[in-house]
């Protein structure tokens, strides 16, 4: 059997933003469950940051990757009717 290289091409998401920040992981790891029984569209984690003499855990958020290309293709939608819409009222005017 040959193995065959397959190559993925990493698309780039939304930022992650940080939500909090924590000295413990468990206190971290707690504020993160709490964060994802509030709602399905964010993704939740927690990542270990800072120099090593003074770490913290930090709470990163983001909106799921799905939701968020839907978002900004509806908001492009809507400027482009925006656009069209005072175009053709200049044209009007004239």
């Known amino acids: 059997m040959s193995t065959e290289e397959v190559e993925i091409k990493h698309e780039e998401g939304p930022h ?3 939500m909090r920040r924590f000295g413990t992981y468990k ?3 707690e504020h993160r469950c709490g964060l994802l029984g509030e709602t ?3 993704q939740v984690k927690v ?3 800072g120099p090593s003499h ?3 855990f930090a709470v990163k958020v983001r909106v799921h990757p799905d939701i968020a290309l839907e978002e900004a293709l ?3 939608r809507a ?3 925006k656009r069209k819409a005072r ?3 200049k044209r009007r005017k004239k």
């Open 16 to 18: 992650w933003e940080i």
């Open 27 to 29: 206190e971290a790891n």
């Open 40 to 42: 399905d569209t964010l």
């Open 47 to 49: 990542h270990l940051m």
């Open 54 to 56: 003074k770490q913290f």
């Open 74 to 76: 509806n908001q492009k």
């Open 79 to 81: 400027d482009k009717k």
């Open 87 to 89: 175009l053709n009222k």
